[in-house]
């Protein structure tokens, strides 16, 4: 079992900056793949972000490319999301996810929530205009 805890939300003008975190409990957090996603009110969960074991491999929606970054430290069983030139429509809820399961980095198994096991409750981030 795996408990994932998100913070760092909060309110922030557009073109502004948000760092997010993601801590884990328990061990084994290095042999899994994380992931963040953001639920928008009345809309679906969408696919933001995903880093491998390694650290090294990751990907991200197209909508966040260039101005979001993933990452993760081990050593501290968290995962990080740093969120650059927001805008209004970054606004959600979001989540961290954790997979032991193993794809190609670009495989669409990442963009889809329920190939992950284990989320997070999620923390808000509100882009003001």
């Known amino acids: 079992q795996v408990q994932l805890v998100e913070s760092g939300g909060g309110l922030v003008q557009a073109g502004g900056s948000l760092r997010l975190s993601c801590a884990a409990s328990?061990?084994?957090?290095?042999?899994?793949?994380m992931g963040w996603f953001r639920q928008a009110p009345g809309k679906e969960r969408d696919f933001v972000a995903v880093?491998?074991?390694?650290?090294?491999?990751?990907n991200y929606a197209d909508s966040v490319k260039g101005r979001f970054t993933i990452s993760r430290d081990n050593a501290k069983n968290t995962v990080y999301l740093q969120m650059n030139r927001l805008k209004p429509e970054d606004t959600a809820v979001y989540y961290c996810a954790a997979t032991r399961n193993t794809y190609y980095i670009g495989s669409s198994a990442y963009t889809n929530g329920p190939t992950y096991d284990y989320w997070g409750q999620g923390t808000q981030v509100t882009v003001s205009s």
């Open positions: 880093i491998r074991q390694s650290g090294d491999i990751t």
């Open positions: 328990g061990r084994s957090f290095s042999t899994y793949t």
